[in-house]
């Protein structure tokens, strides 16, 4: 490893800029991260209510790339990961769903770790001209990367521009329920997927799972329901997903509840791109799960493509 100076700064601490960071370590380069939030993971993301842990973004990950899978099995044999299923529902299709361990932040943490990364946490940046960096990974969703570009006066080609533009994203509300015992009907593992759910997506069970000491569930509405009720108030939301979950598992005595309005859950649809650069000096490339691939996958791979990118410039 060379002992460079830094000159790499990286917007943003979930999967996209743990991988950069990651890959510019293996490249020579140690990288400058900065993340807004106290914690790492970004939307691989946990919270704390009323003494109840709640994974309350991403649930779980597949592995289907050889990069991905070894770092991951490499994070299992230091504790970070495991399998938590092999499908969801009566016939399991038997493919590998990964979550972090304790929770869904700890694939960031494990690399950001091994990457040796100066990192900077409640470090929003407001303007790039503040970085000393010659090259800039941003990793906010795209619609928050561009217009901090633009605040910034370092705004991309026009072309570019229209593309990062076009990227629009679905929303998701999650909604946490912290109970006095544990749910009833609820399957082995704590995961209840419904892919083609008109009212919900996901119901998960934190305490199963191993996330939270006591019982606390994670409802995902719907991409549909979450739109639709974007704008209500909490208590309607809460009385919608509570109502929809009786059918799936019997959770009555609910002592606290709370919402996460998740306003990029995944984006619409994918550019063929890895990642997007422009500029000199700085340069900027834009990365994450708009690019190549969605899910935490992609946005790893888009952090692994960033990096690469990136790093050439740099030397
Ligand atoms: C509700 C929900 C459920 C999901 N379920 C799944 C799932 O089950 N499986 C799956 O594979 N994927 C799932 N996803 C998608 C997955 O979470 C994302 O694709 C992935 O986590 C995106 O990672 P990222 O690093 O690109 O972006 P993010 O995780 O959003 O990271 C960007 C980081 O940048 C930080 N940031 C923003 N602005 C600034 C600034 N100005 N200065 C400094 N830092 C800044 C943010 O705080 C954040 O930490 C889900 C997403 C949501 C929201």
Redesign the pocket.
């Known amino acids: 490893m060379s002992n460079s100076p830094t000159d790499v700064a990286i917007?943003?601490?979930?999967?996209?800029?743990a991988a950069a960071a990651y890959r510019l370590y293996e490249l020579g380069i140690v990288a400058e991260v900065?993340?807004?939030?106290a914690l790492v993971g970004?939307?691989?993301a946990r919270c704390d209510v009323a003494g109840a842990a709640f994974d309350h973004?991403?649930?779980?990950?597949t592995t289907r790339g050889n990069k991905f899978r070894s770092l991951v099995q490499a994070a299992e044999a230091e504790g970070a990961t495991q399998v938590w299923t092999r499908g969801f529902g009566d016939n399991p299709d038997g493919y590998e769903r990964w979550r972090g361990v304790p929770d869904m932040t700890a694939l960031a943490a494990w690399l950001l770790g091994k990457s040796q990364a100066r990192l900077h946490l409640g470090?929003?940046?407001?303007d790039l001209g503040e970085l000393s960096a010659s090259g800039i990974i941003l990793?906010?969703?795209v619609p928050?990367s561009l217009s901090?570009a633009q605040r910034s006066g370092m705004e991309p080609p026009s072309k570019i521009m229209s593309q990062l533009q076009a990227i629009q994203y679905k929303r998701?509300i999650?909604v946490l329920l912290v109970l006095e015992s544990p749910p009833k009907e609820m399957p082995v593992g704590g995961g209840i997927q419904l892919l083609d759910g008109e009212d919900l997506a996901f119901i998960s069970d934190n305490n199963e799972k191993g996330v939270s000491s006591i019982p606390a569930l994670t409802i995902?509405l719907s991409n549909q329901a979450s739109l639709d009720l974007w704008d209500q108030p909490d208590e309607t939301v809460i009385g919608f997903a509570t109502d929809k979950l009786s059918r799936w598992v019997e959770a009555t005595d609910v002592t606290t509840s709370s919402i996460t309005r998740?306003r990029?859950?995944?984006p619409v649809d994918v550019v063929p791109e890895s990642s997007v650069t422009w500029g000199q000096k700085p340069r900027l490339v834009v990365a994450?799960?708009a690019f190549n691939g969605?899910?935490?996958?992609?946005?790893f791979n888009s952090g692994i493509a960033a990096a690469n990118q990136i790093a050439e410039l740099a030397r």
């Open positions: 917007i943003g601490a979930g999967i996209t800029g900065h993340e807004a939030e970004g939307r691989m973004g991403a649930q779980f990950f470090s929003a940046i407001h990793t906010p969703p928050v901090l998701t999650a995902h998740w990029y859950a995944g994450g799960e969605p899910k935490v996958e992609g946005a």
